[in-house]
C-alpha cells in the first residue's frame, strides 16, 4: 500500500523569506501523481501544485516550486518570498494513475506553517 | 459560481441521531468523492463514486452509506451518529482522466454531543 510521510509537523518562516517543506513517499508503482494542498484557517482546500511522476521537469507554480526525486521518493515544495497569506496547513498527497480504486488522494499528515511579519 | 458546493457548512447533532450533508459539483466531472478529516488533521478516503457506480469504499462502517442519484450529487448519510463520527467531512470531484486534479467543498463540520 502507498504511504506518505510528512516528518515537520510545524514550520515557520520570515516574511519574503523562502520555506521548504518535506514530503517522502512509498510505492511499488511506476506512474503517478503527487501533490501538495494548501488548508487555511478557513478550512478549504487548494490546490498548489501537481507533479506527474513520469516528467523529470519539476512543477512550479508563481513562488511555489518543487523538488521531485523519483529515485529516492521524495516531494518536497518550496515557497519563494513567503507571505502572510501562505501561512496554512499544507498536506501532501500521492495519487495512483490507473483510475478506478487508485484515484484516492493519499494524504501526509500535513505541515503547519507560519509566516512571521 | 461555486464548483463544489456541500451543505450544511456546520452540523451538531445528538448521539445516535441520522444526518445527511448534500453535495454538488458543476465542473461537469464524472467521479466524485467523500474524505474525512479528523480532529488531527488527518485527511482520509471514504467513498468514490464515477458516474453513479461505487468505486472505492474504504472500510467505512455501514452506519454510513453513500447516495449519487447523479453525477453531479453525491450524498452522504449516516446513521446512529456516534462521538467518534465528529470530524470535517470533504466532498471532492475531478474526471476521471483529464489532469487528474480533485477539487474540494468547503467541508461540513459535523459535531456529535
Known amino acids: 500500500a502507498q504511504t506518505v510521510t510528512q516528518s515537520q509537523p510545524e514550520m515557520s518562516v520570515q516574511e519574503a523569506e523562502t520555506v521548504t517543506l518535506s514530503c517522502t513517499y512509498d510505492?511499488?508503482?511506476?506512474?503517478?501523481?503527487l501533490f501538495w494542498y494548501k488548508q487555511p484557517p478557513s478550512r478549504q482546500m487548494i490546490l498548489v501544485i501537481r507533479q506527474e511522476a513520469y516528467k523529470q521537469q519539476n512543477a512550479t507554480e508563481n513562488r511555489f516550486s518543487v523538488n521531485f526525486q523519483k529515485a529516492a521518493k521524495s516531494f518536497s515544495l518550496k515557497i519563494s518570498d513567503s507571505q502572510l497569506g501562505d501561512a496554512a496547513m499544507y498536506f501532501c498527497?500521492?495519487?495512483?494513475?490507473?483510475?478506478?480504486?487508485?484515484?484516492?488522494?493519499?494524504f501526509g499528515t500535513g505541515t503547519l506553517l507560519a509566516v512571521q511579519p | 459560481d461555486t464548483a463544489v458546493s456541500q451543505t450544511p457548512k456546520y452540523l451538531v447533532t445528538q448521539m445516535g441521531n441520522d444526518k445527511s450533508i448534500k453535495c454538488e459539483q458543476n465542473l461537469g466531472h464524472d467521479t466524485m468523492y467523500w474524505y474525512k478529516q479528523d480532529s488531527k488533521k488527518f485527511l482520509k478516503i471514504m467513498f468514490s463514486y464515477n458516474n453513479k457506480e461505487l468505486i472505492i469504499n474504504e472500510t467505512v462502517p455501514n452506519r454510513f452509506s453513500p447516495k449519487s442519484p447523479d453525477k453531479a450529487h453525491l450524498n452522504l448519510h449516516i446513521n446512529s451518529l456516534e462521538l467518534g463520527d465528529s470530524a470535517v467531512y470533504f466532498c471532492?470531484?475531478?474526471?476521471?482522466?483529464?489532469?487528474?486534479?480533485?477539487?474540494f467543498g468547503a467541508g461540513t463540520r459535523l459535531s456529535v454531543l
Open positions: 498527497a500521492y495519487r495512483g494513475s490507473y483510475g478506478g480504486a487508485t484515484n484516492k488522494l493519499i
Open positions: 471532492a470531484s475531478s474526471q476521471q482522466i483529464a489532469k487528474n486534479i480533485q477539487y
Open positions: 510505492t511499488s508503482e511506476s506512474d503517478y501523481y
